[in-house]
Nanobody, 115 residues
Framework: QVQFVESGGGLVQPGSSLELSCTTL????????MAWYRQAPGNQLEFVAS????????GYTDSVKGRFTISRDNAKNMLYLQMNSLKPEDTAAYFC????????WGPGTQVNVSS
């Protein structure tokens, strides 16, 4: 059974940093391209960042380029998202999934950026 558990969210001020983590179970993690997604209230699910199975290739939505960094530790089956220079528009629930978004979704972790 596939299981994703996201953590690391919180309430922070604009300009702050957070690192999100995603624990993965039930998949051969090292074979999957993975991604972070987010959903703000009233909005559709949005792609944030992706990473290839070996970690060599990454991709980002334009609004987070230069501020967010996706990474992975295949030995620990973990996915990460380092978020710097956070803005109020980054407020959302953040989810991890494979890059196609076809596996079971986890509960997400809430990020609130507010002064």
């Amino acid at each position: 059974q596939v299981q994703f558990v996201e953590s690391g969210g919180g309430l922070v001020q604009p300009g702050s940093s957070l690192e999100l983590s995603c624990t993965t179970l039930g998949i051969d993690f090292h074979t999957y391209s993975m991604a972070w997604y987010r959903q703000a209230p009233g909005n559709q699910l949005e792609f944030v960042a992706s990473i290839s199975p070996g970690g060599q290739t990454t991709g980002y939505t334009d609004s987070v380029k230069g501020r967010f960094t996706i990474s992975r530790d295949n030995a620990k089956n973990m996915l990460y998202l380092q978020m710097n220079s956070l803005k109020p528009e980054d407020t959302a629930a953040y989810f991890c999934n494979d890059v196609r978004g076809l596996l079971d979704w986890g509960p997400g972790t809430q990020v609130n950026v507010s002064s």
